[in-house]
């Protein structure tokens, strides 16, 4: 246990490295911040650094095969995420919320609904703040509830997370780029289910399940496979009445009901939600086109949910930088549900390529914007129609982040909607 340590090696300046320190800090530890780029004591560890710590914690942008992380690893010595170290310091429960889509809403509505129940809850992990810092809070209490988003990065280490419940939304393809397979990515997120109490439930999503059956025999398994009947009781209003919603309601009703938990508080909560930032949310609607932003679409089980979830015509914009994934299976499932594609970025040639000989029409653009005004001009002259802004990959190649590009596309709309004018 951490109590026993003197001496960490903490890997990583980004926003988890330097929680972790913070709390190593507080614990009365002697921490040193490994970074490659040199905003930490040191920019190398090497074999020699071994013997001088007595534990290791890896941020979540350090993969299996880096050197550093195998050095640590081969060490046999206690390997941590900073997720994994801070659990060991939470006094309260723990729920954790994975899965390769809809994370960050499950534990929103989750976190939400559980201070409507009367509950002491707060977010943390992959949904922005770590768990070190919620640790060092005065949430840090017997009767609270951390609901944590946990990303397949940081679930590689679970050592030192112990779970109070489990939701693993669903699984697709995704983050390729670092896992050589589906099997290995599965793999990583699988970790999460030793993680759990004995009498902990777990809700698994039915592509979770379809991927390798095996994971029903984990004690306590709750599959969803549809809608909650809870659905039912949702306001009109609600964002969780239309899909993919409508199954994340559904996994969260799974986990409140195994819980014992009030339905009310669930059902008042979903009724009041607001999603985050750029998931499919209508920008506005003019000239018989309606304009949706699902930026935070960055894989290809994201896109083709939003591609479901709208009616034809659909003008979709799609490309950015990939992930790795079966492009050639995408694209087959994109020609059978929109009008139009307009492809930009790195990926678009590529892209471009699979999708011409599917009888679709496809325009390419190197710019994002160009890309945006081609499908706005194009959707006018076809009202009424969509246009969906849902890309399918990253947007490291010419954004900052997703949130940037899902700006970039709502001021490239409305500014077409001032200068449009009806003929």
Not at 38 to 67: R, V
Not at 257 to 265: F, Q, T
Not at 274 to 289: D, E, I, K, Y
Not at 339 to 368: I, N
């Amino acid at each position: 246990m951490a109590g026993a340590y003197e001496r960490v090696a903490i890997f990583g300046a980004g926003v988890s490295g330097q929680a972790a320190r913070r709390l190593a800090a507080a614990l009365g530890l002697d921490g040193c911040l490994f970074d490659e780029g040199g905003a930490g004591e040191a920019s190398e560890f090497l074999q020699d650094d071994l013997g001088g710590f007595d534990a290791f914690i890896f941020s979540p942008g350090f993969a299996l095969t880096h050197p550093w992380r195998m050095l640590a690893e081969g060490s046999g010595l206690p390997c941590y995420s900073e997720l994994g170290f801070a659990a060991l310091h939470w006094r309260g429960r723990l729920l954790g919320v994975t899965g390769t889509n809809g994370k960050t809403t499950i534990t929103s509505l989750l976190c939400d609904a559980l201070e409507s129940a009367g509950q002491i809850a707060v977010e943390a992990g992959n949904i922005g703040t770590p768990l070190s810092d919620v640790v060092l809070s005065d949430a840090n209490q017997a009767e609270a509830i951390a609901v944590c988003e946990i990303s397949s990065f940081q679930a590689e280490l679970p050592l030192g997370l112990q779970l109070d419940g489990l939701i693993w939304s669903n699984f697709a393809e995704d983050h390729l780029d670092r896992y050589d397979s589906m099997t290995e990515y599965f793999a990583a997120k699988a970790k999460l289910l030793s993680c759990l109490r004995a009498d902990a439930p777990s809700v698994l999503g039915a592509d979770v399940v379809a991927f390798d059956s095996r994971v029903v025999d984990i004690r306590n398994s709750i599959v969803v496979d549809g809608d909650s009947a809870l659905v039912e009781a949702l306001a009109p209003q609600s964002p969780f009445c239309i899909q993919p919603q409508r199954t994340n309601f559904a996994l969260v009703a799974a986990l409140w009901s195994a819980l014992d938990l009030p339905e009310g508080a669930l059902v008042d909560s979903a009724n009041v939600f607001q999603l985050a930032a750029h998931r499919l949310s209508q920008v506005a609607t003019w000239g018989g086109v309606s304009f949706w932003n699902d930026s935070k679409a960055t894989n290809f089980h994201a896109a083709l949910a939003a591609l479901d979830a709208l009616d034809a015509p659909i003008f979709w914009i799609g490309g950015g930088s990939g992930k790795g994934g079966d492009l050639d299976a995408f694209a087959q499932l994109v020609a059978s549900k929109v009008e139009a594609a307009f492809v930009y970025g790195v990926s678009a040639p590529s892209l471009a390529e699979v999708l011409c000989p599917l009888h679709v029409r496809v325009e390419v653009h190197s710019d994002f914007v160009e890309a945006v005004e081609a499908a706005v001009r194009a959707a006018l002259a076809n009202a009424p129609s969509v246009v969906l802004l849902s890309p399918g990959f990253a947007s490291f190649d010419q954004f900052p982040g997703y949130a940037a590009r899902g700006k970039s596309f709502i001021s490239t709309v409305l500014s077409l909607k001032d200068a449009h004018r009806p003929s």
